[in-house]
């Protein structure tokens, strides 16, 4: 049993030693023929790199050689374009000294022929100094024969040559001077008829008288008592807060304010249209309303000074002389309004200046502020032309300018063209029919004297006068005057007054003292 498995083993491990030098024997000859494939494959991949080689030499070979080609013919064009160049270059340069070889040949040719009229010109100013002198002295000699001839020296004989020909000349120079006056005075008053005709023709304006009175229109008369009030303390308030008097009478729907002040006109009744229309009406509401109105009025006022010299073309005012002319639609002059008044002057200078060839703004711009002077609330004993024109050289206008406001109702002498032309039309202006009452204007300058006797006593804070000036209201400042005090300046004023003013009917004299005191809770 033993044995069969030694032999067993035995014989299995020689066929595994058969079958391994087997596999060993087919492993090798497979080997070798994958070493021959593997030659071939390498030899043939070999000779198809070496082919393709050869063919990428040829081609490289080929493109440098075009290269070479290329670069060589681009090569030559630089060349044959830069001996071009230099060829032009020569004949340029050739040409030139040619040039400038015929202009030295030219040159010297000149220089030849100038030393040559040199040399003449000096032999003629050596002949002719000789001839100068030879003249001089013939001159000399036939002077002399002359002066024996006739017994004068030359000076004499010329001083009464002279004489005789100044005196000559004076008679024709004044012959002709009194033609040419006579002429002038001709043509000048033609011309300035035409002028002025053209003028006043080519600007229409209507009148502009102003009155003392205003009325305000309400929708129903029972605002009439709202606005009256309880014991009539509303409109007394009014009346002491505006200095306007309010006359509520039986006309339907209509309120008058009478005042000649245009500006307190005004003022009380936007404030009453205010008041009314917002329905609360008491003192304290009326004073508050009262006081934003004048601050309304007094932008309104630059806007209307703002506007007015656009429409005319004007540039360059001060600020001070703007607000100056928005004041003068507030003011009258002999009953016409002192804005329409100057914007009609304006235009009529302009118009004037243009026919006469002369600055048609310049013009324009003396003209609208001639009167500027009469805008002022204080009486001055300086006219308003004068005042007018130092205004005007205050805030830096010109002097032509300057010199027409103060020349214009012959203050000053007139200095420039521009100072006649705003007089007169200054004078055609207010010479129209119905564009002046003086009757209106004197009775405004009553009102205003009646009040500054009033501002002349100590402690008067306000003063109206109202009722066609048969009413002097006067409200004074209760720290200052007591009630003693304010019973002897009703007096004194009234007494000032029957003095110093003359006036038809009496003056009514009130002073009215208030104390009040006022404190805020915060």
Not at 200 to 218: H, K, L, P
Not at 387 to 405: D, H, R
Request: glycine content about 6%; some cysteine; proline content about 2%.
């Amino acid at each position: 049993m033993d044995n069969n498995i030694i032999f067993l083993i035995v014989a299995g491990v020689a066929g595994l030693m058969i079958g391994f030098i087997i596999a060993k024997v087919l492993e090798r000859s497979k080997a070798s023929e994958i070493i021959k494939n593997a030659k071939k494959t390498s030899e043939s991949i070999l000779r198809d790199a070496k082919n393709e080689g050869e063919t990428i030499k040829k081609d490289k070979i080929l493109q440098a050689k075009e290269k070479f080609i290329e670069l060589k013919s681009e090569h030559e064009k630089v060349i044959l374009s830069r001996d071009k160049k230099m060829a032009e270059a020569e004949k340029r340069t050739r040409d030139k000294e040619s040039q400038v070889s015929n202009e030295l040949s030219k040159n010297k040719k000149l220089n030849v022929e100038l030393e040559e009229k040199i040399k003449e010109g000096e032999q003629r100013k050596d002949y002719l100094e000789k001839k100068q002198n030879e003249l001089k002295k013939l001159h000399k000699s036939q002077v002399q024969q002359l002066e024996v001839i006739s017994g004068l020296s030359a000076e004499e004989a010329k001083e009464q040559l002279v004489e005789s020909l100044k005196g000559q000349a004076k008679t024709d120079a004044m012959a002709l001077i009194q033609d040419t006056i006579e002429e002038a005075k001709l043509t000048a008053q033609q011309e300035a008829k035409k002028v002025i005709i053209n003028t006043i023709q080519r600007i229409g304006t209507e009148e502009a008288i102003e009155n003392c009175v205003s009325v305000f229109n309400i929708e129903s008369d029972d605002v009439k008592g709202r606005i009256i009030g309880r014991e009539g303390r509303n409109i007394r308030a009014i009346e002491a807060a505006t200095g306007v008097e309010i006359i509520v009478d039986d006309t339907p729907e209509a309120i008058i304010l009478s005042c000649f002040d245009s500006v307190r006109r005004e003022v009380a009744r936007l404030s009453l249209h205010k008041l009314v229309t917002d329905g609360r009406i008491h003192p304290a509401r009326i004073e508050e309303v009262v006081r934003k109105t004048r601050k309304q009025i007094d932008e309104e006022i630059i806007e209307v000074g703002k506007r007015t010299v656009i429409d005319l073309g004007i540039h360059g005012l001060h600020p001070e002389l703007i607000k100056t002319i928005g004041r003068m639609k507030y003011r009258s002059s002999y009953g016409q309004n002192l804005l329409q008044h100057s914007r009609e002057v304006a235009k009529l200078c302009g118009v004037m200046a243009s026919e006469l060839g002369l600055n048609p703004k310049l013009a324009k711009r003396a003209g609208l502020l001639h009167d500027i002077g009469k805008v002022p609330d204080t009486e001055t004993e300086v006219p308003h032309a004068i005042l007018g024109m130092q205004w005007a050289e205050k805030y830096g206008e010109k002097q032509e300018v300057c010199n027409a406001i103060g020349a214009h109702h012959d203050e000053v002498e007139m200095t420039s063209l521009i100072s006649p032309i705003v007089q007169v039309c200054d004078a055609i202006s207010g010479a129209r029919p119905g564009a002046r009452r003086q009757v209106l204007d004197s009775y405004i300058q009553r009102l205003k004297d009646l009040e500054g006797i009033a501002f002349g006593f100590d402690g008067v804070k306000k003063a109206y006068a109202i009722q066609a000036g048969r009413e002097l209201r006067v409200i004074v400042e209760s720290e200052k005057v007591n009630d003693e005090k304010a019973a002897s300046l009703s007096f004194e004023i009234s007494q000032k007054v029957q003095t110093d003013m003359t006036y038809p009917g009496q003056v009514k004299v009130t002073v009215i003292r208030e104390t009040r005191a006022v404190n805020i809770a915060k």
